[in-house]
């Protein structure tokens, strides 16, 4: 297994409030990307196996974790180049062996330990990791309908022009967290999708891979004590209060 971290981000939405990467808040006694690390070692990767793509204040990113790749690209693009430099580093620079799998996670993640290792211990090569949502017209980010044995039947990215269908109203759906673990044959695929498209954010190609690959859903475990990502104020307070 090998894991890229994206953390190349500008924070824009939490300007003014933070003058760090958002990677690099403080959780606990430590911060989040040495939590993700700690997290990944814990399920058996080694540190070298965790690639953290950066940007924005590189420099204090990399003191905390030197297997690093610079996204020069980071405040003109979305995540979608940090993934393409990433792939192409791991599967044509690395060499990645045929069987390895690739876990890709959005750097300002907050989430138990124990989160990673049971992602790890799945038997499914590909999965998007979900919590499930209620069907609303207004629905963001990305939607998965899942069928009775796990697997996404089919991923929607909504938009305020086409929002998701009432027909999916009764149908249960899930909403992307942004943990992803995808086989070589699938990271592949993504690469050279994003050959092309790597200027806005990764998962806007997912749809069409799903469609022609199995992916499975991994539900949020509902005994994790926490899992969410840092966007907003609200957001900071909840980190805050996780001692």
């Avoid at 990433?86 to 044509?92: G, S, V």
């Avoid at 963001?140 to 022009?161: A, F, N, Q, R, Y």
């Avoid at 999708?193 to 069409?208: A, C, D, F, R, V």
């Avoid at 199995?214 to 005994?223: A, G, L, Q, R």
Wanted: charged share 30%; glycine share 6%; net charge negative.
């Amino acid at each position: 297994m090998r894991a890229i971290i994206l953390a190349a981000g500008v924070n824009s939405r939490l300007n003014g409030y933070i003058d760090v990467p958002k990677c690099l808040l403080p959780l606990g006694e430590s911060t989040i990307l040495e939590n993700q690390i700690s997290s990944l070692m814990k399920a058996g990767l080694k540190k070298e196996d965790i690639t953290v793509v950066v940007g924005h204040k590189h420099e204090m990113i990399q003191k905390v974790h030197e297997h690093t790749l610079f996204n020069p690209k980071f405040a003109e693009f979305n995540n979608g180049y940090s993934v393409y430099l990433a792939l192409q580093y791991l599967l044509h620079d690395k060499g990645l062996d045929n069987n390895e799998k690739i876990l890709v996670l959005d750097g300002d993640l907050v989430y138990d330990d124990f989160l990673i290792k049971r992602i790890n211990t799945s038997d499914k090569e590909n999965i998007l990791v979900n919590r499930p949502i209620k069907y609303s017209n207004g629905l963001k980010d990305e939607v998965s309908i899942v069928d009775e044995k796990g697997k996404v039947h089919e991923l929607i990215i909504p938009s305020k022009e086409k929002p998701v269908s009432q027909k999916y109203s009764d149908k249960p759906l899930y909403s992307y967290v942004g943990i992803m673990k995808i086989s070589k044959d699938v990271a592949l695929q993504l690469y050279e999708k994003l050959k092309t498209s790597h200027q806005g954010w990764y998962t806007i190609p997912l749809p069409e891979l799903v469609n022609v690959n199995d992916f499975h859903s991994f539900e949020v475990p509902k005994d994790l004590k926490y899992c969410f990502d840092v966007d907003t104020k609200e957001d900071l307070d909840k980190l805050s209060d996780i001692g």
